[in-house]
């Protein structure tokens, strides 16, 4: 069994949120595991985990991306994290 990449969006419902999780799905391969987190209704409390902030916002492995502490992600931030990169 090969291992994922686990990547994790927290959004709210807003316009951004929608774009930043479409650009995600669009970029993502078969190495990425995808969960998105409206946390209008699931995942504050891995949000508060991870210290989000503000959304939307995307976790790799963990890790929140250090664009989305600024700005939304950008296509080229998501490739720089390795979406869509097979592992």
């Known amino acids: ?26 970029l993502s391969c078969p190495s990425c595991d995808v969960m998105v987190y409206d946390l209008r209704k699931e995942g ?8 989000v902030n503000s959304v939307p916002t995307v ?7 250090d664009c989305c502490v600024r700005r939304k992600p950008t296509e080229a931030d998501l490739k720089a994290a ?6």
């Open 44 to 51: 504050m409390d891995k949000a508060r985990k991870y210290g």
């Open 1 to 26: 069994m090969s291992k994922k990449r686990k990547v994790e969006v927290f959004v709210a419902g807003c316009p951004l949120c929608a774009e930043t999780v479409k650009l995600v799905k669009k």
């Open 82 to 87: 390795g979406i869509g990169t097979p592992l």
């Open 59 to 65: 976790v790799v492995n963990g890790k929140i991306l």
